[in-house]
């Protein structure tokens, strides 16, 4: 069964570096999505991409935060300059179409800022 | 909003018994998905009920959608230790991102 995959598994990084998520969704998924949970917290909504370009964005999602899909398989969540409080498990997931269908979830990416 | 609140926040049963789960929302929706997250894992479609069907079936699982009140449940039968897990709603309306609440917590004793 096709699924979502996400690298690295686990990201340690120091306080303002930039660190690149990356993400691959299934292949024929045109909707993409970043999420993010801190831990003990719940899923919070980070991004949702389509066409190319961000469709909807939370408040979360501020200047430090960027999404590409630089070719024709990944989606990348970038954070330039990484803080204490970026520190979270990171989910991507991808559907077929849009909101009437259920989102596949990567495995996470576990973030941990220094 | 169109997070949904899962009630209860805990709950625990002995391995074979069923478990039942609940979700307010407040928007009016397109359709109500359940999802479930094993400890610090990714979060696994389950099911999704559409807003004009009333119940739903998928292995051992049942789901219920009634749009007056808002309300959905999730029932898990005959439970097995693999389904300790936290389970999480997510009402979907107009909006594609999915807002998740702060789930219940099923744990299963074998």
């Known amino acids: 069964e096709p699924e979502v995959t996400q690298t690295p598994s686990h990201q340690v990084t120091q306080m303002g570096q930039e660190v690149i998520l990356r993400c691959v969704p299934i292949?024929?998924?045109?909707?993409f999505y970043w999420y993010r949970q801190i831990l003990g917290q719940k899923v919070e909504f980070l991004v949702s991409?389509?066409?190319?370009?961000?469709?909807?964005k939370s408040e979360i999602f501020d200047d430090q935060f960027s999404v590409e899909r630089p070719d024709g398989s990944n989606f990348t969540l970038k954070i330039r300059s990484t803080k204490l409080e970026d520190s979270a498990m990171y989910f991507c997931?991808?559907?077929?179409?849009?909101?009437?269908?259920?989102?596949?979830f990567g495995p996470g990416t576990r973030l941990t800022v220094t | 909003s169109q997070q949904g609140e899962e009630d209860p926040q805990a709950l625990s049963i002995q391995e074979g018994e069923n478990a039942t789960m609940n979700c307010s929302y407040k928007t009016s929706i397109n359709n109500l998905q359940w999802y479930r997250q094993n400890s610090g894992r990714g979060l696994v479609h389950l099911i999704l009920i559409r807003s004009n069907e009333r119940e739903k079936h998928s292995g051992r699982l049942r789901v219920t959608l009634d749009t007056s009140k808002k309300s959905s449940s999730l029932l898990i039968t005959a439970s097995r230790a693999a389904d300790t897990a936290s389970y999480f709603c997510?009402?979907?309306?107009?909006?594609?991102?999915?807002?998740f609440g702060s789930g219940t917590q099923l744990t299963v004793l074998p």
């Open positions: 292949s024929n998924h045109l909707y």
């Open positions: 997510a009402p979907v309306g107009s909006a594609r991102q999915l807002t």
């Open positions: 991409f389509y066409n190319n370009e961000i469709s909807e």
């Open positions: 997931a991808s559907t077929i179409a849009g909101q009437t269908y259920e989102q596949y």
